[in-house]
């Protein structure tokens, strides 16, 4: 009998009916595979947010400026944010990471940790978005990172990110990796108006024409992804390496595993989506992976807000599955 089959042996003698605990019954099973064990444990839990400025900010994409992402790196760090607020309620440790903020911290009081490649990227309109040795040095630091948080005994990883652009950067992955039209992947992201989108997609569509055809995966993300995204590549692939439980966030975060799953497609076997982000393209993009999300909340924040309201639910998955009785343990008869 395999791993498996155990598991769901295991499931299927807990006191209640079978399948009656729905998705919780699978996330326990693959969590359990994971780690290679009928008792798994989540330790240690740390949400990533990685902030990084984009170049194409400057063709106004964005609803909002770009200081904004250097604005929003401090109310992280003065514990202000949404994240902040579900990673204090669910005890899950924060780190915030500039990838390439467009801002000095370094007279700051309070300070992301430091992996700035760069302040910014380039207008992906007109160049690639990053130099080869950028990109290089991005997916090595992502793996650092991950290497830091797995030496405080963490083996549950979430990964968020912040930077005013990276829906646009996010659209691009999405539609060259999964052959889909820009139409289909381009959304709202911070809140734009019919003009601004329209606006959007027709700059998005320059560029695209401009690049022409691109196959390799790491080439479409220099070519149009931000530190942050590259960062969060790094991350994704060394979380795998180290067997991590990886959560993945919206669409921005989903965009950046398309890379890494079609550089490493077993990663899927760690990886547990959130929820579905009200972000137009994400849906198309959770059926291209064919995953299926936690939730459905009608989130598009990032910062890696949906790995921490789903954490909970992860969490009593692998609770059912350690501690609720068995038939035989609890004394009550089991289905004839």
């Given at each position: 009998?395999?791993?498996?089959?155990?598991?769901?042996?295991?499931?299927?003698?807990?006191?209640?009916?079978?399948?009656?605990?729905g998705t919780l019954e699978w996330l326990a099973v693959q969590i359990g595979l994971i780690q290679q064990s009928l008792t798994p444990v989540l330790r240690n839990p740390h949400i990533v947010v990685f902030a990084g400025d984009h170049g194409i900010a400057e063709e106004g994409i964005s609803a909002y400026p770009q200081e904004?992402?250097?604005?929003?790196?401090?109310?992280?760090?003065?514990?202000?944010?949404?994240i902040n607020v579900f990673c204090n309620l669910h005890k899950i440790n924060l780190c915030i990471i500039d990838a390439g903020v467009n801002y000095d911290f370094s007279k700051d009081t309070l300070k992301?940790?430091?992996?700035?490649?760069?302040?910014?990227?380039?207008?992906?309109?007109?160049?690639?978005?990053?130099?080869?040795?950028?990109?290089?040095?991005?997916?090595?630091?992502?793996?650092?990172?991950?290497?830091?948080?797995?030496?405080?005994?963490?083996?549950v990883i979430g990964f968020g990110e912040m930077g005013i652009g990276n829906t646009s950067a996010a659209s691009m992955l999405m539609s060259y990796i999964c052959g889909l039209p820009l139409e289909q992947c381009v959304g709202r992201g911070t809140g734009l108006n019919d003009a601004q989108l329209l606006h959007k997609l027709n700059i998005l569509r320059q560029a695209q024409t401009f690049h022409g055809e691109i196959t390799h995966p790491l080439e479409i993300l220099q070519t149009f992804g931000?530190?942050?995204?590259?960062?969060?590549?790094?991350?994704?692939?060394?979380?795998?390496?180290?067997?991590?439980v990886i959560l993945i966030d919206g669409f921005v975060a989903s965009s950046v595993f398309l890379v890494a799953h079609r550089i490493q497609p077993r990663i899927?076997?760690?990886?547990?989506?959130?929820?579905?982000?009200?972000?137009?393209?994400?849906?198309?993009?959770?059926?291209?992976?064919?995953?299926?999300?936690?939730?459905?909340?009608?989130?598009?924040?990032?910062?890696?807000?949906?790995?921490?309201?789903a954490y909970p639910i992860i969490e009593s998955a692998v609770a059912f599955l350690n501690e609720m009785a068995s038939f035989s343990e609890a004394g009550i008869s089991a289905k004839h």
């Open positions: 009998m395999t791993l498996k089959d155990t598991l769901w042996e295991k499931i299927n003698q807990k006191t209640k009916p079978p399948g009656s605990l904004v992402t250097h604005q929003m790196v401090k109310n992280f760090l003065s514990g202000g944010a949404a992301p940790l430091d992996y700035k490649i760069s302040k910014g990227t380039r207008s992906f309109l007109s160049s690639k978005a990053m130099s080869t040795s950028e990109l290089e040095q991005s997916i090595k630091s992502g793996g650092e990172i991950v290497e830091q948080i797995t030496s405080r005994e963490c083996n931000g530190f942050e995204m590259a960062l969060m590549c790094g991350a994704f692939l060394r979380a795998f390496e180290k067997n991590m899927m076997e760690n990886a547990i989506f959130c929820h579905l982000s009200s972000e137009q393209g994400h849906a198309l993009m959770l059926d291209y992976l064919q995953a299926k999300p936690l939730l459905q909340l009608q989130l598009r924040l990032g910062e890696g807000t949906g790995c921490a309201l």
